[in-house]
């Protein structure tokens, strides 16, 4: 097997909500976020999403994101994410996932049986960038590359 990069996808949180379960182990925490972003390399175009993690009591949240991507060329291509977020390091936290996708348009309908992975990082924003969704107080922007895992045959 080997990996394939396929594209970027950069986003944001202009929207949230949340709550905190406490209890004698520790504190647990239910997410709702609206993602809005952009798409380049082989996909190229604009990212709506929401995630809905949950965020585990050792500080790693487990993203659930479902959302579409609307490609330049007119097309929508479903997709969903679902890993890690690790809570280290603190100022660039490791992001990784698996992704499916799902497209009707024949431009992209081989994304319907590719198998994909992405890393990423959540970083704090540029300075003067702003923006309303805070990590811990600080305004972030998440940042994963996918690729396509590829078969070949197995060696003997």
């Given at each position: 097997?080997?990996?394939?990069?396929?594209?970027?996808?950069?986003?944001?949180?202009?929207?949230?909500?949340?709550?905190?379960?406490t209890?004698?182990?520790?504190?647990?925490?239910?997410?709702?976020?609206?993602?809005?972003?952009?798409?380049?390399?082989?996909?190229?175009g604009?990212?709506?999403?929401?995630?809905?993690?949950?965020?585990r009591?050792?500080?790693?949240?487990?993203?659930?994101?479902?959302?579409?991507?609307?490609?330049?060329?007119?097309?929508?291509?479903?997709?969903?994410?679902?890993?890690?977020?690790?809570?280290?390091?603190?100022?660039?936290?490791?992001?990784?996932?698996?992704?499916?996708?799902?497209?009707?348009?024949?431009?992209?309908?081989?994304?319907?049986?590719?198998?994909?992975?992405?890393?990423?990082?959540?970083?704090?924003?540029?300075?003067?960038?702003?923006g309303?969704?805070?990590?811990?107080?600080?305004?972030v922007?998440?940042v994963?590359?996918?690729?396509?895992?590829?078969?070949?045959?197995?060696?003997?």
């Amino acid at each position: 097997m080997r990996l394939e990069p396929l594209y970027r996808v950069r986003f944001r949180y202009p929207e949230s909500y949340g709550v905190t379960l406490t209890g004698d182990r520790g504190n647990e925490a239910h997410y709702w976020f609206l993602a809005e972003g952009t798409v380049e390399g082989r996909i190229e175009g604009r990212m709506r999403a929401v995630n809905h993690p949950r965020a585990r009591v050792d500080g790693c949240a487990l993203p659930h994101i479902d959302g579409a991507y609307v490609t330049a060329d007119g097309a929508n291509i479903m997709v969903e994410m679902q890993g890690y977020a690790r809570p280290y390091p603190a100022d660039r936290r490791q992001i990784v996932v698996a992704v499916r996708h799902t497209a009707e348009d024949e431009r992209y309908r081989w994304l319907n049986d590719v198998v994909c992975v992405g890393t990423g990082e959540i970083r704090p924003q540029e300075q003067g960038a702003g923006g309303p969704r805070k990590v811990h107080g600080h305004a972030v922007d998440f940042v994963i590359d996918v690729a396509e895992l590829v078969w070949e045959p197995i060696a003997e």
